[in-house]
T-cell receptor, first 112, second 113 residues
Framework: GIQVEQSPPDLILQEGANSTLRCNFS?????LQWFHQNPWGQLINLFY???GTKQNGRLSATTVATERYSLLYISSSQTTDSGVYFC??????????????FGKGTHLIIQP | ETGVTQTPRHLVMGMTNKKSLKCEQH?????MYWYKQSAKKPLELMFV???????ENNSVPSRFSPECPNSSHLFLHLHTLQPEDSALYLC????????????FGSGTRLTVV
């Protein structure tokens, strides 16, 4: 099956700093999503981004499908940005509705 | 609320109990999924239902039994669980071919004692 690797595994930043999270995947995908898991366990969908670039406020994401990676940018970090960020993909070979494969996540801590 | 509702939010059960987790989606999606998240492990796909038909079962023990009576509802029946089954169980839905991604519920945090 497809492999998903996220880096860095842990990141500690001061409030106001910018950060870049990376997701590498091993095969072609027809779905790539970035999620933020809050302290209560809920997965909040940040971006559906199998290719291209999207922005939503202080967050933006870019996926370069031909090179099999995606980047999540967080600017002007706030303490509420703390949590675990997951990249998840659905590979093309499966034909869809086969479930997302998740990376291990990046644990982000924003200190005041 | 995300459009996917899971109940209960928390569950404590003994190893000899039988319980069920419920998931309901209000998004008109045609595929539903169960995931398990254990401490310090990535999310693991357990079951996939596509148009109410089970299309994936990732070697899940038979003490976990899924049921999908219609495209809006998904259950996970639990019996004779082990303490290592304690985890966060997440339900998700998607529209096959829709191109809008997966939506997850808030999860059920299960503790087996």
């Amino acid at each position: 099956g497809i492999q998903v690797e996220q880096s860095p595994p842990d990141l500690i930043l001061q409030e106001g700093a910018n950060s870049t999270l990376r997701c590498n995947f091993s095969d072609s995908v027809n779905n790539l999503q970035w999620f933020h898991q809050n302290p209560w366990g809920q997965l909040i969908n940040l971006f559906y981004i199998p290719s291209g670039t999207k922005q939503n406020g202080r967050l933006s994401a870019t996926t370069v499908a031909t090179e099999r990676y995606s980047l999540l940018y967080i600017s002007s970090s706030q303490t509420t940005d703390s949590g675990v960020y997951f990249c998840a993909v659905e590979e093309v070979a499966g034909g869809g509705a086969d479930g997302l494969t998740f990376g291990k996540g990046t644990h982000l801590i924003i200190q005041p | 609320e995300t459009g996917v509702t899971q109940t209960p939010r928390h569950l404590v059960m003994g190893m000899t109990n039988k319980k069920s987790l419920k998931c309901e989606q209000h998004l008109g999606h045609n595929a539903m999924y169960w995931y398990k998240q254990s401490a310090k492990k990535p999310l693991e796909l357990m079951f996939v239902y596509n148009f109410k038909e089970q299309t994936e079962n990732n070697s899940v023990p038979s003490r976990f039994s899924p049921e999908c009576p219609n495209s809006s509802h998904l259950f996970l029946h639990l019996h004779t669980l082990q303490p290592e089954d304690s985890a966060l169980y997440l339900c998700a839905s998607s529209q096959h071919g829709g191109g809008y991604g997966y939506t997850f519920g808030s999860g059920t945090r299960l503790t087996v004692v």
